[in-house]
């Protein structure tokens, strides 16, 4: 088992130095000087309230024991329980937690949701698991963090390498512990055990709204409007098919190992999500292909990252063409390349807001499980809908009001909200 200490290209002479918690700062300090938000708050925010290390131990199927090392970092709770995604990735660290934590506090902000931010995983390469060691890992790491985490504590959901499935073991193996069965002490899980109808395409439908609102902003239309989606994974598939639905032309969608290029538009239901066949997009179709980092720079209207972290750094933000960029992962953008871009008139509609439906509808879970009570597939897109317009008139006022980007303004809404609660709240003792 190795542990890296990056969570970018080895070849990105920037990325190897910037980590999500150095670019999570960057930004808030620059917001932090377009808010009146009190000095004080905007230190603490600089800082997780904690961070946990567990080690844990695998007995392996062939009967060996390995030991992989897992965190949960929290940020901040002052609007409520911590909320963030549980990954198992080779590169997962304590920092990359924090900043990906920081984060999640900014977009539940953003969404007005009562809970901050946490993050957390374990290092490990979930494909060199069987399915067997996979569910035994998860339930070891539910019993190492089981006092951190909680329905009104802490609640996980699903992230890189985890799905609904690694949520029903969590939940599962929390519950024995407790003696009675707590669905809400995770989301993402399979609806026949309490999860919520629409979790899995929320991500990508909200990437999808937004991209919708944010060409309607620009005086396009989408019938006019070309789209290039890297990483055509449970985001970036669910958006792309939203889109082209709705009238869009898809021309450009990539896996790991890359993509297809058509500008007459994809056929974007017949090309294979990560989901439905893994890194099937080049084997559906070979005979026009670009790589993935080809595809970052076409010549399109709106371009969605919607696979990993810091794909567009200051080595290629000058040669992005896209006039707008949606960002479907978490921190496709480094902080320089994103002072770049707007240097250049492009417009970067950031994460905190673009992929929000996810935890958004994971707080629709999180009632549902309170109240034992379903909601149909149909509310839950309704009311995912009707919250990611409100988040967006929200953003967009700050971008009407001042001279500021997209992303300066969601912080600015983000920040306000938090400041206002550590107001109320004030600092114990």
Same mark, same amino acid.
């Given at each position: 088992?190795?542990?890296?200490?990056?969570?970018?290209?080895?070849?990105?002479?920037?990325? %190897?130095?910037?980590?999500?918690?150095?670019?999570?700062?960057?930004?808030?300090?620059?917001?932090?000087?377009? %808010?009146?938000?009190? /000095?004080?708050?905007?230190?603490?925010?600089?800082?997780?309230?904690?961070?946990?290390?567990?080690?844990?131990?695998?007995?392996?199927?062939?009967?060996?024991?390995?030991?992989? %090392?897992?965190?949960?970092?929290?940020?901040? /709770?002052?609007?409520? #329980?911590?909320?963030?995604?549980?990954?198992?990735?080779?590169?997962? &660290?304590?920092?990359?937690?924090?900043?990906?934590?920081?984060?999640?506090?900014?977009?539940?902000?953003?969404?007005?949701?009562?809970?901050?931010?946490?993050?957390?995983?374990?290092?490990?390469?979930?494909?060199?698991?069987?399915?067997?060691?996979?569910?035994?890992?998860?339930?070891?790491?539910?019993?190492?963090?089981?006092?951190?985490?909680?329905?009104?504590?802490?609640?996980?959901?699903?992230?890189?390498?985890?799905?609904?499935?690694?949520?029903?073991?969590?939940?599962?193996?929390?519950?024995?512990?407790?003696?009675?069965?707590?669905?809400? !002490?995770?989301?993402?899980?399979?609806?026949? $055990?309490?999860?919520?109808?629409?979790?899995?395409?929320?991500?990508?439908?909200?990437?999808?709204?937004?991209?919708?609102?944010?060409?309607?902003?620009?005086?396009?239309?989408?019938?006019?409007?070309?789209?290039?989606?890297?990483?055509?994974?449970?985001?970036?598939? =669910?958006?792309?098919? @939203?889109?082209?639905?709705?009238?869009?032309?898809?021309?450009?969608?990539?896996?790991? =190992?890359?993509?297809?290029?058509?500008?007459?538009?994809?056929?974007?239901? /017949?090309?294979?999500?990560?989901?439905?066949?893994?890194?099937?997009?080049?084997?559906?179709?070979?005979?026009?292909?670009?790589? =993935?980092?080809?595809?970052?720079?076409?010549?399109?209207?709106?371009?969605?990252? *919607?696979?990993?972290?810091?794909?567009?750094?200051?080595?290629?933000?000058?040669? $992005?063409?896209?006039? $707008? $960029? !949606?960002?479907?992962? =978490?921190?496709?953008?480094?902080?320089?390349? /994103?002072?770049?871009?707007?240097?250049?008139?492009?417009?970067?509609? #950031?994460?905190?807001?673009? &992929?929000?439906?996810?935890? %958004?509808?994971?707080?629709?879970?999180?009632?549902?499980?309170?109240?034992?009570?379903?909601?149909?597939?149909?509310?839950? &897109?309704?009311? @995912?809908?009707?919250?990611?317009?409100?988040?967006?008139?929200?953003?967009?006022?700050?971008?009407?009001?001042?001279?500021?980007?997209?992303?300066?303004?969601?912080?600015?809404? *983000?920040? &306000?909200?938090?400041?206002? *609660?550590?107001?109320?709240?004030?600092?114990? #003792?």
């Amino acid at each position: 088992m190795t542990q890296k200490q990056t969570t970018h290209s080895e070849s990105d002479s920037e990325s %190897t130095t910037e980590s999500p918690l150095e670019t999570a700062r960057r930004q808030l300090r620059t917001a932090a000087g377009r %808010t009146d938000v009190d /000095d004080g708050v905007i230190e603490r925010l600089k800082h997780p309230t904690r961070v946990v290390e567990v080690s844990i131990p695998l007995e392996r199927d062939d009967g060996s024991v390995d030991v992989f %090392t897992g965190y949960r970092a929290q940020h901040d /709770d002052v609007r409520g #329980p911590y909320k963030g995604g549980l990954r198992y990735h080779p590169e997962v &660290n304590a920092d990359e937690c924090v900043g990906l934590a920081m984060w999640m506090t900014w977009k539940c902000a953003v969404m007005d949701i009562p809970f901050g931010g946490g993050k957390g995983g374990i290092v490990v390469d979930p494909k060199e698991l069987s399915d067997d060691e996979k569910e035994r890992l998860t339930r070891r790491f539910a019993e190492e963090i089981r006092d951190e985490v909680g329905p009104s504590r802490d609640i996980p959901a699903p992230d890189m390498g985890t799905d609904a499935q690694t949520m029903a073991w969590f939940m599962d193996a929390y519950s024995m512990q407790e003696g009675e069965t707590i669905p809400g !002490v995770v989301t993402g899980k399979p609806p026949v $055990i309490g999860g919520s109808y629409g979790r899995e395409e929320a991500p990508g439908r909200s990437v999808a709204i937004v991209a919708r609102e944010a060409i309607e902003y620009y005086d396009e239309s989408l019938d006019d409007v070309s789209i290039a989606v890297q990483g055509y994974g449970s985001v970036g598939a =669910n958006a792309a098919r @939203l889109l082209d639905e709705w009238g869009a032309d898809i021309v450009a969608v990539s896996d790991v =190992n890359g993509g297809l290029y058509d500008p007459d538009g994809l056929q974007t239901q /017949d090309v294979p999500s990560h989901k439905e066949e893994p890194e099937g997009v080049m084997r559906y179709d070979s005979s026009n292909t670009v790589s =993935n980092e080809e595809l970052l720079e076409l010549d399109v209207d709106v371009l969605i990252p *919607a696979a990993i972290g810091n794909v567009i750094t200051a080595d290629n933000a000058d040669r $992005i063409q896209a006039d $707008i $960029i !949606v960002e479907g992962a =978490n921190g496709p953008t480094t902080s320089t390349a /994103d002072t770049i871009l707007h240097e250049r008139g492009k417009h970067v509609i #950031p994460d905190i807001l673009a &992929n929000a439906g996810g935890v %958004t509808v994971s707080y629709f879970e999180w009632l549902q499980d309170i109240n034992r009570r379903t909601w149909s597939k149909e509310r839950v &897109n309704d009311e @995912l809908e009707s919250a990611m317009l409100d988040a967006w008139t929200d953003v967009k006022a700050e971008v009407d009001a001042g001279d500021m980007s997209w992303r300066d303004a969601a912080y600015v809404v *983000a920040l &306000n909200r938090i400041g206002e *609660a550590k107001e109320a709240r004030g600092l114990w #003792p």
